[in-house]
């Protein structure tokens, strides 16, 4: 067993284990933003503005019949 090799892929799984890790925290601090900023939303508008910007096409016509 050769242990320069060992030590090289050691070394590698290392590098890649703490660049996953890395890629992680930063997914998990912009959805962490992202919350942040629906419950700054959700704080400071009412029903109707989220209702509106869930479905816009509702509301802007009246279809009558006489």
Do not use: W
Not at 17 to 46: H, Y
Request: aromatic fraction near 0%; charged fraction near 15%.
């Amino acid at each position: 067993m050769d242990i320069a090799l060992v030590s090289m892929a050691l070394s590698q799984g290392k590098v890649q284990q703490q660049a996953s890790i890395s890629v992680m925290k930063k997914a998990m601090g912009s959805a962490e933003q992202q919350g942040e900023a629906l419950q700054k939303l959700m704080s400071t508008t009412n029903s109707v503005n989220i209702q509106h910007a869930a479905q816009p096409h509702l509301g802007r016509s009246i279809d009558l019949k006489l």
